[in-house]
């Protein structure tokens, strides 16, 4: 879950960051980053803080952790090493406190180097034309699926997606959308076993959900799209009835319909 | 062809790589114009270039086309590009985007966060990569909290898989008809 | 390069069909294929390519990128080219996404808590930027708490630089070698 942070993105006008500012301030000083004056380096990232702020530059939540890393590191160094040492040797040794933050700065500085060298890779190579739509910018038509995705590779997908989803998906998700492709083939074999078509209304079962309704729907103008069904309707307001289509019928008259459907079917009903 | 017109020695390759990146003809008054050349050099760069093209060693020739001129592959390579089929081989769709235009394919109308609830990874990336490929395309909103837009398939997707329509969608469970199997089992009793 | 290595008379051209329709590089294994060539032939055939397009009279030349082969311009005429409002200059990338992006290329995988604790600012918005470009992708989750998305650079990355492959990356730092030449020898993922 990502929150949103604007306040967080703010883009001072040339530092990319805390170690960016300070990175300029080293090298604007000459200063080796592994002997930083700690002392001076913060007063003058201190200054450069409040100089943003004066811009009105909303100065980063990152750019003040920093300020207060460098206050922390001043402040041990300032204080005085022990003169006597523990006999377990614990001061001994102790780490320089501004080692962490030369590692930052050097890394940091490697990779401005590679950005800059990359950008320089991507100034010259844009030197060179290619063919138009080339590379990677679609001509005309979309690309499609490309290499040879078969429909059995899209069933396998489903398969394995629905097998690796295992039983704890949410509910919502787990009830049966009804698939059109069923619905067709329902709608089809109860139209084949009627005789004489069936009234629009008998093609949904009684406790159908909301969804399943759309569904059936949606098959029966698939099927009449398909030129395999037709739709007719005696009057205005009429009950309409649903007639499958069989091979050498005539559009629009179906084979056994009850004679009120002929009565409007004169001008091929569901024909188109 | 006056006598001043002598061709620089790049003026080939200036007007190959014109040809090469035009998206259509070129009138030979503009390649002028752009090449500085009068009309005369132009002439005799574009000789130039058809005599470069005239061995077989090259797969391309100047064709005069609609008023211009423009680059093009010899005819007797047709074979060859038909067989690669020349039109545009994109790389073959990922694992994830696979999956996600199952899901898409099967269970549409379908918003992203179910898809995603269903492979347990975010869709972003392969939804966006379908969408590119003409494969899927938004076909509304659901009227639920967020609105989430839901996804369906297209025509080209339908084409790229040889089906007809969607009820050509292979039955994913061929096993076993599920719970509710009921319209294929029901007869024809159920007419009012 | 073994005796049967014998060129047909047309490979040249074969060739130089199929490159020039093609809309992104050709592996060269495909090429091959294509053309019914050995690795050897592919490879005469790519240096007579090469050879022909090497005189200032040619415009084009081949060029090697993402593990394939194109047809391009000879840099040579980009003013010309860029006269002609031919250039596709894609959007410049913002320094932060040059960063970013940077850090992806050389350390990848990397997880986006890396990446911002190298930078010291957050990367939410480069990262989405280089994402939407498809210059990088998830390539998978490190293993570790939280389960951080790892990225990766892509193909379109290679080719929008004009590297062959990740060992083609620039070095950072050419002159001088110092004494941990970071980005090239860190093993991936080994910081933080």
Known sequence: MVAPRTGYQVRLRVYEGPLDLLLDLIQHNQLDIHDIPIAEITAQYMAALSAMARLDLDVASEFLVMAATLMAIKARLLLPRPAERPPDGEWEAGPDPREELARRLEEYRRVKAAAEALSRRRAAWSLRYFRPGVPGQPAGEPPGPGGEVSVADLVAAFRDVLARAGPDLPREIYRDPVPLRRQLAAVLRRLRASRHGLPFGALFRPDADRHEVVVTFLALLELTRQGRVTVQQALPFAEIWVYLRRAGDCPGRPAAGPPASRAAGGHGGGER | ?192
């Open chain 2, 1 to 192: 062809m006056s006598g001043g017109d002598r061709l620089p020695p790049e003026a080939l390759g200036a007007l190959e790589a014109l040809l090469f990146t035009a998206t259509e003809p070129v009138e030979p008054a503009r390649l002028a114009r752009a090449l500085g050349f009068t009309e005369g050099q132009l002439r005799l760069a574009v000789d130039g270039l058809r005599a470069r093209y005239a061995g077989e060693e090259s797969g391309i020739e100047l064709v005069e086309v609609a008023g211009g001129l423009m680059l093009g592959t010899k005819p007797a390579f047709a074979p060859l590009l038909e067989e690669m089929g020349r039109r545009r081989e994109p790389a073959p769709l990922s694992r994830a985007a696979l999956e996600t235009l199952a899901i898409v394919a099967y269970r549409q109308p379908v918003p992203r966060p179910e898809i995603e609830a269903i492979r347990g990874v975010n869709c972003e990336s392969p939804l966006r990569t379908l969408l590119d490929r003409g494969l899927i395309r938004p076909v509304g909103r659901r009227e639920a909290p967020g609105r989430p837009t839901l996804y369906g398939t297209t025509d080209a997707f339908l084409r790229a898989f040889g089906l007809r329509h969607l009820g050509d969608l292979p039955d994913p469970e061929p096993p076993s008809p599920g719970p509710d199997a009921w319209p294929l089992e029901t007869p024809a009793g159920a007419t009012s």
